[in-house]
């Protein structure tokens, strides 16, 4: 088997939060693969120097090496770790991350072209990179991100609530502010409603969303938890009934296809590779980005109608179930046989 060295962000051990790399590095170590996985540092400079260092050290010992490739500034770490593996004469994949990548083509033409032209391969979890990249001439290969839909208790909903889960990191691409102008408009019609707000800070928008909340004077109706164990969260799942997702930059986020698998309606904006992920009215529904009318109305519209709703759950979670590992294997094992 090969000796893999990973090359992402693998801090969850610091933040409890673990990603679709952590998840992905532990069934190849499963499969057999000989798996290094740097870096767990905090501080992103430190991260940087660490996987370059590392990448030094091993390089007599890596067969190949991934690079989760995101599309903000982790993007230039992606760069000088892919260029130094050339330098080091390793081959690498990219494995592409950031649902903004595409911008990347337009902002940074000539660093794509030498991070992504002298890989040896390119995976993306969803449709709308694979065919954004193979617009600007790449070859993708779409494998998508991992569940073990076993793991995931599918609950039906026979009767919908105005009982909100959001599940994400408070970030500005991720635009947290909308599901409390969602709520604000939602109390409305049913004076009960009420919100669960899961996810890391990371950024002002925490701050903003929390202002949010005391301005419109939502206090009583609004939970924020900070980060939970995806089996947590998993957990309070099972006292919501509807789940929002409010990005404004997205590829195929993983919490909302847990949310598809636990049996959850979902209601999202159709940022990126979203529509790819979700097939409008038939497997979830999809708004405009920053549309918090138009999803306060889709809320409106599964609450009044819950037999809509469950026909919605059922087609997701079959879709949820095409993500688990024992069928994506086969394609990670052939594109790293093929190096």
């Not at 610091?14 to 790399?21: D, E, I, L, P």
């Not at 997205?250 to 049996?263: C, K, R, W, Y």
């Amino acid at each position: 088997m090969k000796r893999i060295l990973y090359i992402g962000n693998f801090i969850a051990s610091s933040t409890q939060y673990v990603t679709a790399s952590e998840i992905l590095s532990d069934k190849l170590q499963m499969e057999g693969y000989q798996v290094l996985k740097t870096s767990d540092k905090l501080n992103k400079s430190l991260r940087l120097l660490d996987m370059i260092w590392t990448m030094t050290k091993n390089r007599n010992q890596t067969d190949v090496i991934l690079i989760d490739t995101f599309s903000t500034i982790n993007f230039y770490g992606a760069f000088l770790c892919s260029q130094w593996a050339r330098l080091l004469n390793l081959p690498y994949i990219n494995i592409l991350h950031g649902g903004n990548l595409p911008m990347r083509f337009n902002k940074n033409p000539y660093l794509c072209k030498l991070i992504f032209k002298n890989a040896k391969s390119l995976v993306a979890p969803s449709n709308y990179l694979k065919d954004e990249f193979e617009r600007n001439g790449y070859v993708v290969k779409m494998i998508p991100n991992i569940i073990f839909i076993e793991h995931y208790i599918y609950k039906e909903r026979q009767q919908i609530e105005p009982k909100l889960l959001w599940v994400r990191a408070f970030d500005q691409i991720y635009n947290p502010e909308m599901a409390i102008e969602v709520l604000k408009l939602l109390v409305q019609k049913y004076p009960q409603a009420e919100l669960c707000m899961v996810g890391p800070v990371k950024d002002s928008s925490y701050n903003n969303t929390f202002q949010l909340v005391n301005k419109y004077g939502l206090e009583s109706q609004v939970k924020f938890t900070g980060v939970l164990s995806k089996s947590a969260w998993h957990q309070l799942a099972t006292q919501y009934d509807i789940f929002i997702n409010t990005t404004n930059i997205d590829n195929t986020p993983v919490s909302v296809i847990e949310a598809m698998a636990l049996g959850l309606p979902v209601i999202s904006t159709n940022s990126g590779g979203l529509p790819y992920l979700m097939e409008h009215n038939i497997d979830g529904v999809l708004v405009n980005k920053n549309d918090a009318k138009a999803m306060a109305a889709a809320i409106c519209l599964l609450i009044q109608n819950p037999i809509i709703a469950v026909e919605m759950t059922q087609k997701a979670r079959k879709k949820a179930a095409q993500m688990e590992w024992n069928v994506v294997k086969y394609q990670w094992n052939k594109v790293l046989n093929d190096v």
